[in-house]
């Protein structure tokens, strides 16, 4: 299950108002779920458990209605294409946007949101805008700030997956467990110190200091630091413990990119054709329905 942006129009007959207020009801709702957003671990208690009950029982009646008052184009599922444009897809995942980490934090929570048709062109230039800024070099002060506080919870995700197998292996009596040159692994992971949460740059982005050299910034070295021997301590873990339903195979060096790799992500081709996907459905006087 994911979280999509399906192609609409709201009927001919639906009240402006009602499909508006049901709108910003389905984004209030979701948005205020905490698990969605949270920039730490949620262990779940009973607060946490209710604001998320709530949320979604509030966010499900929103969307049960705005979807009564938009028309979808219709579906052929002998051919799987949609009747009205068959080279258009009838929906598109919102991580397009949302997973984009180089978008603003604020920008990505509002984006779970439907988008009427007569907002859609000006939330593309948005969109746009700022991944051509982005590309020609602007806002690096704020876009490394941002880097530093998505790069340190990757890290952190990291650092505690791999000392929650270090230690879940002191439990094992077997064999391999025992060996000599996991303990050694084992010890130094288990010594680690966690990395600590950097704040989101919540504040506007500015032109100031538009071209600087990262590495001058004593956070950005330290978290190269800390990635590398994180990175370097999975590799030395995945060779010693030998049992392949024990190794971190899915966490290493490309799970973090440098700050030029972050800013990468304003020229990843699945975004570029998102882009160019909402464009046609603003063409076609179609907005964008928030469907999970």
């Not at 009596?173 to 966690?194: C, K, N």
Request: include cysteine.
């Amino acid at each position: 299950m994911g979280i999509d942006w399906s192609r609409m129009r709201p009927k001919h007959d639906a009240d402006p108002a009602e499909v508006e207020r049901l709108i910003r009801r389905q984004a209030e709702a979701f948005q205020a779920t905490p698990y969605h957003w949270a920039t730490d671990t949620l262990t779940p208690d009973s607060y946490l458990e209710r604001t998320r009950e709530q949320s979604e029982r509030a966010y499900l009646e929103a969307f049960r209605a705005l979807k009564e008052l938009l028309d979808f184009p219709e579906y052929d599922d002998e051919t799987d294409q949609c009747r009205d444009r068959a080279d258009l897809a009838p929906c598109w995942r919102v991580y397009a946007i949302t997973w984009t980490t180089v978008f603003p934090p604020q920008w990505r929570l509002r984006a779970h949101r439907t988008i009427l048709p007569h907002e859609l062109a000006s939330q593309i230039e948005e969109w746009q805008s700022w991944l051509s800024a982005v590309e020609a070099g602007r806002f690096r002060r704020y876009l490394l700030d941002l880097y530093i506080y998505e790069a340190t919870m990757v890290l952190r995700v990291h650092d505690e997956l791999l000392k929650d197998l270090a230690a879940a292996s002191l439990s094992k009596q077997t064999a391999w467990a025992r060996r000599p040159e996991l303990a050694v692994v084992r010890e130094q992971i288990l010594g680690l110190t966690a990395p600590d949460l950097a704040s989101a740059p919540l504040r506007p982005a500015t032109d100031d200091e538009s071209f600087f050299d990262p590495g001058d910034d004593a956070r950005y070295r330290d978290l190269q630091q800390r990635i590398a021997e994180v990175c370097t301590l999975t590799q030395d873990w995945n060779r010693a413990v030998r049992k392949p339903r024990w190794r971190l195979d899915t966490w290493h060096r490309g799970n973090h990119p440098d700050f030029d790799g972050f800013l990468a992500q304003a020229r990843d081709p699945w975004l570029r054709d998102f882009l160019n996907w909402a464009e046609t459905c603003n063409a076609l006087g179609m907005g964008l329905f928030f469907d999970y």
